[in-house]
């Protein structure tokens, strides 16, 4: 039987940590800039996958 454990950190500033992180998701700023990945070349055509398999019908 797997059993999961809970740690919380003792940082004792840990609270305002997380309401900053929260705030600033909740309202952006105005001037806020988020960082894009470079997107990579994908192929014209991909390859089905077994999740493409779910999805497709076949007429009856």
Request: proline residues 13%; hydrophobic residues 40%.
């Amino acid at each position: 039987m797997a059993t999961e454990t809970f740690k919380i950190s003792l940082d004792p500033l840990l609270i305002d940590k997380i309401r900053d992180v929260v705030g600033l998701y909740l309202a952006p700023p105005a001037n806020a800039a988020a960082p894009r990945r470079r997107q990579r070349n994908l192929p014209l055509h991909p390859t089905p996958t077994a999740a493409d398999s779910v999805t497709r019908t076949r007429p009856l």
